[in-house]
């Protein structure tokens, strides 16, 4: 009944998509109208995922969680955005909407943080839906703090606005 996880592989990436458009359509949905959240689809993601990994993993890491044997959840990390080398960003950690609550989204922080702090860097960002108040509480909970930065994004047709985060890599991490 414990979540374990690991680094991700190329055979886990097709799940990974089918996953992600779980998770996305989960967390959205109160807040993005329908059309916004019609594709990708699982499959389409999963394509996506693999040809991200041909070309990014050699300086990015994906993590999945696994309960029981079965995918639960993923962070993917890599360097900033902003081309900052001290700067690692946390690009994204999707879960199972079934597995929110359970400790999985804060495992996978945790590890995370460890894995930016391992690689040398000594601050952290992501980007957060700036609707998404329970993701933001997540983050904050885990000792991000908003930048002020803010950008816009395209999910389907609809244009969401994006908050970024940050967080020291110095002091320990999150509990």
């Not at 070309?55 to 999945?64: I, L, N, P, Y």
Request: hydrophobic letters at 40%; aromatic letters at 8%; proline letters at 6%.
């Amino acid at each position: 009944m414990t979540v374990t996880l690991r680094p991700a592989g190329e055979a886990d990436l097709m799940a990974v998509g089918a996953l992600h458009r779980r998770s996305r359509v989960a967390a959205y949905a109160p807040f993005l109208p329908p059309e916004a959240l019609a594709g990708p689809s699982g499959q389409e993601l999963g394509r996506y995922w693999v040809e991200r990994w041909k070309w990014e993993r050699a300086d990015h890491r994906m993590t999945v969680a696994e309960r029981d044997g079965r995918l639960v959840g993923f962070t993917y990390l890599g360097p900033d955005d902003a081309g900052d080398p001290a700067t690692g960003l946390l690009n994204a950690i999707h879960l199972e909407p079934d597995e929110r609550g359970r400790g999985t989204g804060r495992a996978l922080m945790v590890d995370a943080v460890a894995v930016l702090r391992a690689r040398g860097w000594t601050r952290a960002v992501l980007w957060v839906l700036e609707r998404n108040a329970a993701a933001r509480r997540f983050y904050e909970r885990g000792g991000w703090t908003a930048t002020g930065e803010r950008r816009d994004e395209l999910i389907g047709p609809a244009v969401v606005a994006q908050l970024r985060y940050a967080r020291e890599l110095c002091g320990r991490a999150p509990s």
